[in-house]
């Protein structure tokens, strides 16, 4: 009897943890949308900040420029490395380029980029916006009539979407160059064909999947970075809070998102 | 001035059929916990009120309802005859222009200086050209006897200092409609008296509609037309503050004395 009890509530204990979980999920997709929302609706009504979206555009791009650069510039040389080793199994060196080429392009600095954007400027948008949330400084913005959506999170997102494709562009430069370099100068290939072969089967459709890739992660990072830093409660702790999750479910959504998007679109 | 005399402002007072502020039936709660009960309110155009009540009471909250910064459980506020509690985004911006609000800690932007918070509702909402704006930013400054500290971040304040910028913040656009959430706590008893001299004198033009919280019953009979207890969720009273005086609740008496009450409800 007694046993079965426990066993009971037991049961009732975990359905009531998945119930909470599940609701928490759902407040935090509406939030999400929330944010996208109410920041395309404001993003088209006046005042337009142009400063603050070039302060931001510079704090996203021009800021970022050497974490993307570098990263991307070690993929491709990895990749150089790794494909090498493998096709020349049975003789397929010259195909080399054009791997690393497509690959980069379609799908490996979009990713890269986006994921090192989340931890670096979806991160400090949570803690930034969470910081001004618990400190009252969003509640005193709305007080001097002042939408905080549209003062804070409009140039951040804007920001963020527009300087991710440029920045993807320079990365794919970058990785294809370091690509270039190591199969030149550490596997012999021949400078001139490897530079065919990197662009024989790259299409412009493939460069631009990538960049309305990075676009669409670049919107989905900087969202959830303001959404979680806007909702921020609980004082310092939730701020920390608020930080770690933008990053974590930043780069879940973008690796998910990724999969749709290579699916459906592309 | 003809202003000064107490007949016209009872006169101006009785004209005025509709109030500037109007609280009916507020509710809410926080995860459970009742704050507020069904307030109900009423604030002339041009009258001080001045809320007091335990730490705790609500006082807080029910200011940030004034302002719309929070969404009340059940319950309107009416701002001349606009519902703050039911509008569109763009209206409720609209409607808060009228306000102008000191925060109990602050709330100042800590990334802008002392200069920049002044003239941000400033900058927002008028066209002043920057030599009106540094003029009126010194004004200000200088009403609540700070000088020299322009050009300071917020994060090198005192807790007096910051909360007198936030005062100065507050009346720089010189609203219809001004909220201080305890201006003087934590001020040397003269520069106190400093803020309530302002306050004083900001009464004294017709237009100026204000609600100020205090612990401090000697400021409160300084610049208060009216004083509100507000207790257990709900406005106990409201009265003059002589009649306030010598009202026969033994709260309101013990609270007065600065006594101790034996029946505390939690
Ligand atoms: N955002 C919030 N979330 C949860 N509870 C809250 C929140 N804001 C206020 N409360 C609760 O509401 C109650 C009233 O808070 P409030 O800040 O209005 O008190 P107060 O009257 O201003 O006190 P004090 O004089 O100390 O400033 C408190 O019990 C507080 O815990
Ligand atoms: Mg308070």
Redesign the interface.
Known sequence: MNGEQARASGFNGFLEAIGRKSLELFEEVGRFFYILH?TI?WTF?RPFDAREWLRQMVRVGVDSLPVVGLTSMFTGMVMALQTYRGFERFHAEGFVASVVSLSLTRELAPVLASLMIAGRVGSSLAAELG??RV???I??L??????PIQYLVVPRVGATTVMLPPLVAIANGLGIFGGYAISVALMGANPVTYWEKTFQFLDMNDVSSGLIKAAVFGLILSVTGCSKGFFTTGGAEGVGRATTSAVVMGSVVILVSDFFLTKILF | MAAGEPGDRMVATAAQARPKIAVIDLWKSFAGHEVLRGINLEVPAGESLVIVGGSGAGKSVLLKHLIGLIPPERGHVIIDGDDLTNCEPAHCLEIRRKFGMSFQEGALFDSMTVFENIAFPLRRHTRSSEGEIAARVRECLALVHLDKIENKATSELSGGMRRRVGFARAIALQPEILLFDEPDTGLDPITSAVIDAVIVEMREQLDVTMVTITHNMQSAFRIADRIAMLRNGQITAVAQPDVFRSLADPYIQKFLAGEPLEEEVA
């Open positions: 109410a609706y009504r910081t001004m400190t009252e400084q509640d005193a709305y007080a001097m009539a002042t939408e």
